[in-house]
DNA sequence: CGACATTGGTTTAACGTAAAACCTTGATCT
DNA sequence: AGATCAAGGTTTTACGTTAAACCAATGTCG
């Protein structure tokens, strides 16, 4: 038989569709206990499930969250092979489970067609991880949507906003390193755009060099992109300096191919350099040495997004701007200088 | 204004509803080219975009799958932490986008209440990633969708399946190891269920020390979990023998655990000890020492995937069963025995 | 010249659900 | 006794889209 509908129960419980459906949205301050239990029991022997599609179209909601994440253009495919985003979504997933709400995960790119092709499943609102791109937040605002932005920095009511405070905890890391004696500390990030992150994270750099008296020198800033060959090519860089004794990397993947770069030219990490990663991803433990990193525990970052945009959606009080603690996790990467 | 529907398309082309509907789906045979002209043009000023519930409920298909990847029940998250999901997802997404689906992401769990509440979102298929509990099969079926298993092993003709020959595969890991001299070979790995992959990578593990006249050693299997936790444990175990000169690990976060684990405890690698991974995560690549690893081009996998279950969807002849290859990738893990 | 296609549409009904308005029956109040 | 109310429903209608059936005007052929 085909998928049961709500007048199938009816009919099965002898009573009305529409009965049937105050019932099952928990309006039922009009049914008896016995025509609950009726309703109820027809439910179950017929294995009604309610059509989303149905509801979603009558009620114009349909608890359906949109996550959008970068996705590289050329290779067509979404950046989850970075390990930060892949904790992000598990963590925005379980929290939208927990909430009642369902995940529909989309890519953004250059073109971002998708956006309104997916806004035709009339999503009740949007996480949006990691987006620069200019012309996107025209887009975002023109959907109208609820809209929860992680990791951006641009300025504008229309939006929600989570993230860490990334000059201060930039900051704090090249201070971590200056305070062990390093002097020559390198910045090794991917590009720096316009209220990104990393722009952020460079500020933070630049201001703690200038509290600690540091000339700064912008041939120690090495910006690629956020990938392990990026760390990989900049270790041949940074070794071949004697004035540089320590490395602040933006990204724990960056921080891994320097490390496995510097190993690989015979440097021993951290008496010879210091490497200091940012994320704390699962893999800054893996490698050796075990990384010092800055940890934005990425997963609770994940269910915290996902906890707000439910609030907000749930008509609750949020703040327009959601700033979280970070924290520096010491492993072994990083050595007081001599 | 909100959102413009098809009416108000039509209204402002002067033509009807259906007339719109016609064209905007392809079925112009009956639209002279200035009409559709009219059409198009409305559609651009206004913004129209096709209400997907509305066309979702009358043409009961939503040109949309559902993707299931197994979720931690205690810590109540998706695997995504977990490299190998992660990426298969990307892989899956990126395919599913190019054929024209959305992807609607969502857990499994022991109790797997979410599959019918899925299942009212009107999935056009389904593809299920590592699922192997039993229970779930016969929900799946159940559910009487297109459903394409990734890693099952699991004999039904109602489900698609794709994988890899984990048997194969497994052996001739082992007798890589073996080539190169070593005898006492363990078995590091998750929990071994009837009808697993890991299953079968044991019985492969088994088949090629037969086949070599080594008798088997219960106790060189180390069966745990497939986490970086699990191989940081194990290292112990195995550097208290000396009759283990290489250890066999059917995944690579397990490898990276066990090399972090050795390398604490002053073995090197792989002078005193042989690693070997499985999956060619590109975690592999970070570790030190590069690992040695089965190579199951994860990416393409879930690629594959998703334009297997597009090919499904779309009524073209599929086989029942995809395998996949593998290569042993070579790095810096394993040596040859003295 | 009447039969028949073809072109370019239109109208009607239906998909499954829920909001809003409505109806019955019996109890309660004044 | 008539008015009022509450409990427990039912009926109607609408959401945005498409399948199916229908129609009018024009061209074409034997």
């Keep these: 038989m085909a998928r049961p509908t709500i007048k199938d129960i009816a009919q099965a419980a002898n009573v009305s569709a529409m009965t049937?459906?105050?019932?099952?949205?928990?309006?039922?301050?009009?049914?008896?206990?016995?025509?609950?239990?009726?309703?109820?029991?027809?439910?179950?022997?017929?294995?009604?499930?309610?059509n989303m599609s149905a509801r979603s179209l009558v009620s114009n909601a349909s608890r359906m969250v949109g996550v959008l994440i970068p996705f590289t253009e050329n290779q067509n495919q979404l950046l989850l092979d970075n390990p930060f985003y892949a904790e992000v979504i598990s963590g925005i997933e379980s929290a939208l489970r927990t909430n009642g709400?369902?995940?529909?995960?989309?890519?953004?790119?250059?073109?971002?067609?998708?956006?309104?092709?997916?806004?035709?499943?009339?999503?009740?609102?949007?996480i949006v991880v990691g987006a620069y791109r200019e012309g996107l937040f025209e887009q975002l605002r023109a959907l109208d949507l609820p809209t929860l932005l992680v990791d951006s920095y641009i300025e504008d009511d229309h939006f929600y906003r989570l993230g860490i405070d990334d000059e201060a905890a930039a900051c704090r890391a090249t201070h971590y390193l200056i305070g062990r004696g390093h002097r020559g500390v390198a910045f090794v990030t991917g590009v720096i755009r316009t209220d990104g992150?990393?722009?952020?994270?460079?500020?933070?750099?630049?201001?703690a060099l200038d509290e600690a008296g540091i000339a700064f020198d912008p041939s120690r800033v090495l910006s690629g992109s956020v990938?392990?060959?990026?760390?990989?090519?900049?270790?041949?860089?940074?070794?071949?300096r004697d004035d540089i004794t320590a490395a602040f990397c933006t990204a724990d993947l960056v921080a891994a191919g320097l490390q496995a770069g510097l190993l690989k030219l015979g440097k021993r990490i951290?008496?010879?350099?210091?490497?200091?990663?940012?994320d704390n991803l699962s893999v800054s433990r893996m490698i050796y040495p075990a990384l010092t990193t800055i940890d934005q525990s990425i997963l609770a970052?994940?269910?915290?997004?996902?906890?707000?945009?439910a609030a907000i959606l749930d008509k609750k009080d949020v703040p327009r701007?959601?700033?979280?603690?970070?924290?520096?996790?010491?492993?072994?990467?990083?050595?007081?200088?001599?």
Tied chains: 1, 2.
């Design 301 to 309: 970052k994940g269910r915290l997004a996902g906890n707000l945009i």
């Design 270 to 278: 951290p008496e010879d350099i210091s490497v200091m990663g940012f």
């Design 227 to 240: 990938t392990f060959d990026w760390g990989l090519e900049s270790a041949a860089r940074i070794a071949a």
């Design 197 to 207: 992150v990393v722009e952020r994270r460079y500020a933070g750099y630049r201001r």
């Design 321 to 338: 701007r959601t700033v979280t603690d970070v924290i520096i996790i010491e492993r072994d990467s990083v050595a007081r200088r001599r």
């Design 101 to 126: 709400y369902y995940m529909m995960l989309a890519g953004i790119g250059e073109r971002t067609v998708e956006l309104d092709t997916l806004s035709g499943w009339g999503m009740d609102g949007l």
């Design 20 to 50: 049937v459906s105050n019932v099952l949205n928990g309006r039922r301050a009009k049914a008896s206990d016995e025509t609950v239990e009726r309703i109820m029991s027809a439910v179950r022997t017929l294995g009604y499930r309610p």
